[in-house]
C-alpha cells in the first residue's frame, strides 16, 4: 500500500489542503494495485506469506535432545540444512537448543551435515 505524504504549501488554505488530500488517499490503493499487477506480470520477487505457528516445543512440553535424530529430522530439509523459526513455528529459546541439538547429532554421525548427493 503506498504511503501518503502531507505537504503543505504556505499558500494553500487548509480546506483545499483536506480537498487534495481526500484526492491522493483515494488515488493511492489504485497506484499500489497497478505496481503489484506489474511486478507479478515481469515475474518479480514473490514474498511468502506466512501464518504465525506455535512453537511444537512448547506444545508437546518436551525439550531439543541430540540422541532423538527422528524429531530432529523434523526441523531439517532434504538437503540437511537447519529450518528458520519462520518455517518451523519455533520460539527463539528452543530454536537456539534445537540447532545446538542437531549439531551434536551431526557430530556424533546421528544425523548428515548435507544431502550426500
Same mark, same amino acid.
Given at each position: 500500500m503506498a504511503v501518503v505524504r502531507k505537504v503543505t504549501p504556505k499558500n494553500i488554505t487548509p480546506k483545499a489542503q483536506e480537498a487534495e488530500d481526500v484526492e491522493k488517499v483515494e488515488e493511492a490503493p489504485v497506484e499500489a494495485a497497478e505496481v503489484a499487477?506489474?511486478?507479478g506480470a515481469e515475474g518479480g520477487k514473490r514474498t511468502a506469506t506466512v501464518t504465525k505457528k506455535a512453537c511444537f516445543f512448547h506444545k508437546s512440553e518436551s525439550e531439543p535432545v541430540y540422541w532423538d535424530a527422528t524429531a530432529l529430522r523434523k526441523f531439517?530439509?532434504?538437503?540437511? %540444512? =537447519? $529450518?528458520? &523459526? $519462520? &518455517?518451523?513455528?519455533?520460539? *527463539?529459546?528452543? $530454536? %537456539? &537448543?534445537?540447532?545446538? *541439538? =542437531?549439531?551434536? *547429532? &551431526?557430530?556424533?554421525a546421528l544425523l548428515p551435515?548435507? *544431502?550426500?548427493i
Open positions: 499487477e506489474e511486478k531439517m530439509n532434504d538437503r540437511g %540444512r =537447519i $529450518q528458520p &523459526r $519462520q &518455517r518451523t513455528g519455533n520460539c *527463539a529459546k528452543h $530454536q %537456539r &537448543r534445537l540447532s545446538q *541439538a =542437531i549439531k551434536r *547429532a &551431526r557430530f556424533l551435515y548435507s *544431502a550426500g
